[in-house]
């Protein structure tokens, strides 16, 4: 079988969730073959038994392996020889089934990459990391801009100081979709967002705040300290906030803003982040993610392309592209670099070989921590009139 991985095989995929009607699964599937080195061989795709089984003819799923659970699935794929079984399972279903889904598939020795927010909240996400701890298990998190080429660019940039030190990150995720209750209209993804038993104990924080926070995480390594939030309802009476901002206070003395809306008229998925440094600023958005901009006083304002070939690009940026430059690469393709990136390792695992498990160009189970601790000190300071809570977790990338 054909192959760029370096296991002389492709890995073996199952997915949960991606059932008909549902988003999310489809970018995971379609990014994990991008680059020919996984193949989707088996999934429980829905939490409709009947669903879940009719959805796997969509994916080229065998009738024996479209299981009518997550429980069924990872129990039979034990049973199955070790040249059959899956080698890892991707998560895709709303957030309170990624702990158990993500618990199940570790204590069965499978690789994980699981979405965002990691779980329901940070007593799930501690027991996970010390579950992953002690196990042999490749864990990732798709907080997946960290895969577009330029944000590695800009985190490589700032990693080798040509920003200077780092003083301020803005950081924003600015959606409209939720303007109106979509959630009394039947729309599945909204439904379960705006209810705190599926999506936890926050709404448009916990969904897009958590991106924002771990790209400025991602993008400049500074740890975080203390924070101040203020989280809002302005589509009441929907029980978890639609709109946030947080003030965060930096270990070196930098400040950090959050602001995440999901009521922002005709805003779709503006994802935006600017950096102020010593020596230069940068910024970056996701909607127009093959341009990152460099500015310095005094210099004309620099526009970085997304370039395999230029002589500005730094590796990591250059390993995360596929295509030449003014070629577009988009969503599917970052997402794609998250897979690409855990591949090395799930491969360096599997062939019974040392792999790093914290300082990853991937987002890890230590991010993943992070971003459940995120959400829990914004809602509690939010309740808190914003009063300061800290923020940095024990478990954070150091
Ligand atoms: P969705 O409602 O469209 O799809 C969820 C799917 O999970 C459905 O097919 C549903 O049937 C299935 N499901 C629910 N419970 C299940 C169970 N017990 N077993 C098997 N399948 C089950 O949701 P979505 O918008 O695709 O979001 C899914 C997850 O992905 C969420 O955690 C969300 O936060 C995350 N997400 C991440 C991104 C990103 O950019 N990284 C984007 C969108 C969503």
Avoid at 284 to 302: D, S, V
Wanted: contains cysteine; proline residues 6%; glycine residues 10%.
């Amino acid at each position: 079988m054909a192959t760029n991985g370096t296991l002389g095989r492709k890995l073996r995929m199952a997915i949960v969730g991606g059932g008909q009607g549902s988003f999310i699964g489809r970018v995971h599937v379609t990014a994990a073959v991008l680059d020919n080195r996984a193949a989707l061989v088996a999934g429980a795709l829905s939490s409709d038994p009947a669903r879940a089984k009719a959805s796997a003819a969509d994916y080229d799923i065998a009738p024996s392996r479209a299981y009518g659970s997550y429980a069924e699935m990872f129990a039979a794929e034990r049973k199955l020889p070790a040249d059959e079984r899956i080698d890892f399972v991707s998560i895709a279903t709303p957030n309170h089934m990624h702990f158990p889904v993500a618990r199940a598939a570790v204590e069965a020795g499978f690789h994980v990459i699981c979405d965002k927010p990691m779980t329901l909240n940070v007593a799930e996400a501690e027991e996970l990391a010390a579950l992953v701890r002690g196990s042999n298990v490749v864990f990732a998190v798709t907080h997946n801009y960290t895969g577009y080429p330029l944000v590695r660019q800009a985190r490589q940039m700032i990693l080798s100081g040509e920003l200077g030190d780092i003083q301020a990150i803005r950081a924003t995720y600015i959606q409209g979709w939720l303007r109106s209750r979509l959630e009394t209209e039947g729309q599945k993804q909204a439904a379960w967002r705006t209810d705190p038993t599926k999506s936890g104990a926050a709404g448009c924080f916990g969904d897009i705040g958590t991106h924002a926070y771990n790209l400025g995480r991602y993008m400049t390594g500074l740890l975080p300290d203390s924070i101040s939030c203020n989280l809002k309802v302005f589509e009441p009476p929907r029980p978890l906030d639609d709109y946030g901002h947080a003030v965060i206070r930096y270990g070196n003395g930098a400040l950090g803003t959050v602001t995440a809306s999901q009521i922002s008229h005709g805003r779709e998925n503006d994802v935006r982040i600017e950096i102020d440094g010593t020596l230069a600023s940068l910024e970056w958005h996701q909607e127009n993610p093959n341009q990152l901009f460099i500015r310095k006083n005094g210099h004309p304002h620099q526009i970085y392309t997304r370039d395999p070939n230029a002589p500005y690009t730094s590796d990591p940026a250059k390993a995360a592209c596929r295509l030449p430059s003014g070629h577009p690469e988009g969503f599917f393709e970052a997402f794609a670099n998250v897979y690409r990136s855990t591949y090395d390792a799930m491969e360096l695992a599997i062939a019974g070989k040392p792999f790093e498990r914290t300082n990853t160009i991937y987002p890890n189970i230590h991010d993943g921590v992070e971003g459940m601790y995120f959400i829990q000190q914004s809602v509690a300071s939010s309740k808190a009139g914003g009063a300061w809570l800290p923020l940095k977790h024990p478990l954070a990338r150091q």
